[in-house]
């Protein structure tokens, strides 16, 4: 499907109800820097500046699809322990419900330290009893699973291997779900594929794929794997991932297909696998086909991989990278799509960029001008005046082009990553909402002040004034045309 398709489809997506049930665990981020070595082992030593905590495991798959707008119920166990209260409440800060999380006094709560140096992880420890879950913590899960099964659109097995998903899980929430017809999605582990028997579809990587089926896969072995990874477990599709190479998708009996990865720097391939069963799970309890639903998918990892850490892929932030796969009309943002836009560049991490203008009558000093602005920043965002301040502005017959036309033009042009519009005579007010890394304008602005400065500068921006190409304005190009002398700029 085109992009303009996709981008339609999650823009109508409603709020459908996933059940998550896996293991829960705690990720900590430990940052800081490294500049010599231990005195004491040949190892380096690492000047913590701070540490944060995220869901990690069945967790993270939650926080992503809480963020796609879906319900979500969320099954698992945790320890009777800090970690275990912390947990939790990252839980009800994301907006998910931890009433299904059993407590279990006899296993701790899973956590996962990492310690960073920059976007380079050092060292990762684990601290976790990885047991099959058993005694009151497993009859109490099975006693509540049933009806958050009944109650869900679809239902998503995370599994780590951490033993939550024990034999008599597995096979209570298939056997809930076939009664009603709910999809039941399996991130696998393990070798063992046959217990996950009677479900959806499998999600594996390359890696696990090969380890369930003891034989290495080629490209074009993806097919008969795919065929035995169904036939292995009874499921109706199957889905692996192939990081660079994208994903392979395929339903028994029926289309079978390969979407490419788009092409852009990793930085860190971890939780991606849990954002695709996550997306996974958002559109098949919507109802999606499969194929539209691992093209989404396929979009929402790629966000992720070029952040560091676990990340939750938002609907906005989804929308926003379809709109830049189709720049001309794409690049064009109104009301919530540019609070969306703004939103994610800043998570990304990018250098905002903003400059405004009537843009009526686009010249090289236009395309030289914006040049300069694109090098201050990683993204530029630009401003054009609706019809009627540019009327006010500039008098009768002005603009000669509408705003639509303005602003079309505008995103056509390759150093400009988005357009939006503004009705004030000013740019006060969009220079406050937008609140750029840099604000630029022209070298004219030099005497009469830049409006906005003061408020980029207290927010830790800069204000840069960008040099002009002499002889080059829409004046002198519309006094030509009428056939009178050229005017200075």
Not at 327 to 332: A, D, I
Not at 466 to 483: F, Q
Request: net charge neutral; glycine share 10%.
């Amino acid at each position: 499907m085109n992009t303009y398709e996709l981008e339609a489809i999650v823009e109508g997506l409603g709020q459908p109800r996933v059940l998550i049930v896996g293991d829960l665990i705690l990720d900590r981020y430990v940052t800081g820097d490294v500049s010599r070595i231990s005195p004491e082992a040949p190892i380096p030593i690492l000047a913590v500046k701070q540490s944060e905590e995220r869901l990690g495991g069945a967790g993270n798959v939650a926080a992503n699809v809480v963020a796609m707008g879906a319900a979500v119920d969320i099954v698992g166990v945790l320890g009777d322990d800090g970690w275990g209260r912390a947990l939790k409440q990252l839980f009800e800060r994301e907006g998910i419900d931890p009433s299904g999380c059993v407590v279990d006094a006899q296993r701790p709560t899973i956590l996962k330290t990492r310690m960073m140096s920059g976007q380079y992880q050092m060292l990762r420890v684990d601290q976790e009893d990885a047991r099959a879950v058993g005694g009151a913590a497993l009859e109490a899960l099975l006693r509540d699973l049933p009806a958050r099964v009944a109650r869900a659109d679809a239902v998503v097995l995370s599994d780590y291997g951490k033993g939550v998903l024990a034999p008599a899980v597995i096979r209570c929430v298939i056997a809930e779900a076939r009664k009603r017809a709910i999809p039941v999605l399996v991130d696998p582990k393990g070798e063992d594929y046959a217990r996950y028997r009677g479900a959806t579809l499998v999600t594996p990587n390359r890696k696990e794929a090969e380890q369930a089926l003891q034989r290495k896969l080629r490209l074009e072995d993806l097919a008969q794997a795919a065929e035995d990874l169904m036939q292995l477990s009874e499921l109706d599709a199957a889905v692996i991932t192939l990081g660079p190479d994208g994903i392979y998708h395929k339903t028994r009996g029926g289309a079978a297909g390969q979407v490419p990865a788009r092409a852009r720097q990793v930085f860190d391939v971890t939780g991606a696998g849990d954002t695709v069963i996550a997306q996974l799970g958002f559109y098949l309890a919507a109802r999606l086909p499969l194929a539209t639903a691992v093209e989404l998918a396929n979009h929402a990892a790629g966000i992720v991989v070029a952040r560091l850490g676990t990340h939750a892929v938002t609907r906005g932030e989804l929308l926003a990278e379809l709109r830049e796969l189709h720049p001309t009309v794409g690049k064009v943002v109104r009301g919530q799509e540019l609070e969306d836009l703004l939103a994610s560049w800043r998570k990304a991490g990018r250098r905002i960029v903003f400059t405004n203008g009537c843009f009526d009558v686009l010249h090289v000093g236009h395309v030289s001008y914006l040049r300069f602005a694109k090098s201050q920043g990683d993204v530029l965002l630009v401003g054009a005046n609706d019809d009627a301040s540019v009327k006010r502005l500039k008098g009768e017959g002005r603009p000669v082009n509408p705003l639509d036309d303005r602003m079309s033009m505008l995103a056509a042009l390759e150093m400009v990553d988005a357009v939006t519009s503004f009705a004030e005579d000013t740019p006060a007010r969009i220079v406050e909402r937008v609140s750029p890394d840099v604000l630029v304008k022209g070298q004219d602005w030099a005497d009469k002040g830049v409006v906005g400065r003061e408020w980029v500068e207290a927010h830790g921006g800069r204000v840069v004034l960008a040099p002009l190409v002499p002889g080059r304005s829409t004046t002198s190009i519309l006094e030509r045309a009428r056939g009178g002398q050229q005017a200075s700029c």
